[in-house]
């Protein structure tokens, strides 16, 4: 026998969230969703059967695939959420919940982890999930050659091993108090394996509530309910069409004249007007998402630290606020962990619009002004595009020109994101600390859209990642923060809620706040009502 403790098995009764909060592995995410005004106990009708649900998606491209090394964007994390299980998932309440993984267990280090892997699950295709399905899909996204944008959240994994045909062994280089919330990340799906180590993941071939009809890139992907799913409690429409809908007006239009069931990304100018319309009704959660512009520190000027010191000064978070979310959000400070979080520092000083030491700090960099270009479109984040001209309004009084480059909505998470020295982003946050870390700020991680490197927070990372108790893991996370705020090169003006529209037909329960439109769990929990 192992000497253990068991995180959750069946049967030990639902972890409570104050239980969960106590155990240290809770996010913190449910309490940003009830100051959103969700309602926990509330009364909801009875889900139920039936129908096609259409929702079009503020997101997608041409050259989108099934490969889950590469999703990107919003379309290709809701669809991989309907086709595919996880062996984690994140509940509406944002504990963890099991999935594929019937329970796990770690070591008092935290070292060495076992998932137990239900059985009597089957693929779309028929066949059965396996251990080595699980084994095989992890290991997709590990070694030199993997390209994947999850390979630093399983980085510190060693080993994968299987112990009979229903328990797989993780060994890790260093404990990991959060291990089982890597398997939610929607890059984690368990693919078929392909027999020879790899998976098979363009036949699209799932054990998700969904099984895939046809998927047409940055147009369309259809759907229709696995009548066999091992969960009979999710998945209640017969049919689900996701249409790649970039145009914001046409998003719009489409819901308010019934053509689609849901929309995401609004506009949060027009949101009120939206919401007058009979049978409309808006979502607005709070959450981890944030609107940022990422200025890659590995080119001139943007390298000096004094530069992007500039930049953080000059921009009026405020007003962005004011102007762009609409009360939909909070002032960022150029770090992602929010009041969402559970290590969030709110002691972190707030860095403030000043164009006096904005000019200071162009100084220190031995300049007396700043001309930079913004790269910005709508496929980032509703209200990109006006967002740049107001950061380029409120910089003009500290000395720093901002052009403002308008590209094109479509191939933006392509040629544009991690390419251009300076564009905006959107990130719609993760549910620990150290996934949000590990996948956007490490030193060399795909997806570190400033090119940031820093040995101390690098050091940090890994440290907090084994650190089992309570006060220094907060230690180490207060300084990580600050850290990213004085050091990186992320600018960070607000944290933005989720906000998106469904019709009157559209029934729900309460809704999670790790991720747009109930977690992009919408297919697989809501219903016709």
């Not at 969904?210 to 969960?231: C, I, M, S």
């Not at 981890?288 to 953080?312: E, G, H, I, M």
């Not at 020109?401 to 390419?419: A, F």
């Not at 997806?447 to 890994?462: G, I, M, P, Q």
């Amino acid at each position: 026998m192992m000497n253990s403790r068991t995180l959750w098995t069946p049967g030990a009764g639902s972890t409570t969230r104050r239980r969960f909060l106590q155990a240290g592995a809770a996010t913190g995410l449910a309490v940003a969703g009830l100051s959103a005004g969700l309602m926990p106990g509330r009364a909801y009708a009875q889900p139920k059967r039936g129908g096609t649900i259409r929702h079009a998606k503020g997101h997608g491209n041409t050259n989108d695939t099934l490969d889950p090394a590469t999703w990107t964007n919003g379309f290709t994390v809701a669809l991989p959420f309907g086709m595919h299980g996880y062996l984690t998932v994140v509940g509406t309440d944002g504990s963890l919940e099991p999935s594929l993984a019937e329970s796990w267990e770690a070591t008092p280090d935290a070292k060495t982890w076992r998932f137990k892997i239900r059985q009597g699950v089957t693929y779309h295709s028929g066949k059965p999930l396996t251990a080595d399905d699980v084994i095989d899909s992890v290991n997709y996204h590990r070694g030199e050659k993997s390209t994947s944008v999850a390979k630093p959240l399983v980085a510190s994994i060693t080993s994968i091993s299987k112990d009979g045909d229903d328990t797989v062994v993780f060994e890790l280089e260093a404990g990991s108090a959060d291990f089982p919330f890597v398997f939610t990340d929607y890059h984690m799906a368990i693919c078929p394996s392909d027999g020879n180590g790899g998976i098979d993941w363009k036949s699209g071939d799932g054990c998700g509530a969904y099984k895939l009809v046809h998927f047409d890139p940055g147009v369309v992907a259809q759907l229709e309910r696995f009548t066999d799913d091992w969960n009979q409690d999710r998945g209640w429409f017969d049919a689900v069409e996701m249409l790649s809908v970039v145009d914001l007006n046409a998003r719009t239009t489409a819901l308010v004249s019934g053509q689609v069931d849901m929309i995401d990304k609004l506009d949060l100018k027009t949101v009120g007007l939206l919401g007058r319309k009979p049978g409309v009704e808006i979502n607005s959660i709070a959450g981890p998402q944030y609107y940022s512009f990422a200025a890659l520190t590995d080119q001139a000027p943007l390298d000096d630290v004094n530069v992007r010191l500039a930049l953080k000064h000059a921009i009026n978070r405020q007003e962005l606020v004011d102007k762009i979310l609409f009360g939909h959000g909070t002032v960022g400070n150029d770090q992602p962990i929010g009041p969402s979080y559970r290590f969030y520092d709110k002691e972190l000083p707030q860095t403030p619009y000043d164009p006096d030491k904005a000019k200071f700090y162009l100084k220190q960099a031995g300049l007396d002004s700043l001309e930079v270009t913004l790269s910005a479109a709508d496929a980032a984040f509703p209200g990109a595009v006006e967002a740049a001209v107001l950061y380029q309004n409120s910089a003009e009084s500290a000395g720093i020109k901002v052009n403002v480059n308008r590209v094109p909505n479509d191939g933006y998470w392509s040629d544009v994101w991690l390419k251009h020295p300076f564009s905006a982003v959107y990130w719609g946050g993760r549910p620990t600390e150290d996934q949000i870390f590990t996948t956007a700020y490490e030193s060399g991680a795909a997806w570190n859209d400033s090119h940031w490197k820093n040995a101390r927070f690098d050091e940090l990372l890994v440290a907090a990642r084994a650190e089992l108790d309570e006060a220094k893991r907060r230690e180490m996370y207060s300084e990580m923060q600050s850290l990213v705020s004085q050091d990186g090169g992320t600018v960070l003006p607000m944290f933005a809620n989720f906000v998106f529209a469904t019709n009157g037909k559209i029934g729900h329960g309460d809704m999670a706040s790790n991720f747009d439109c109930d977690g992009e769990r919408w297919m697989e929990r809501w219903w016709f009502a």
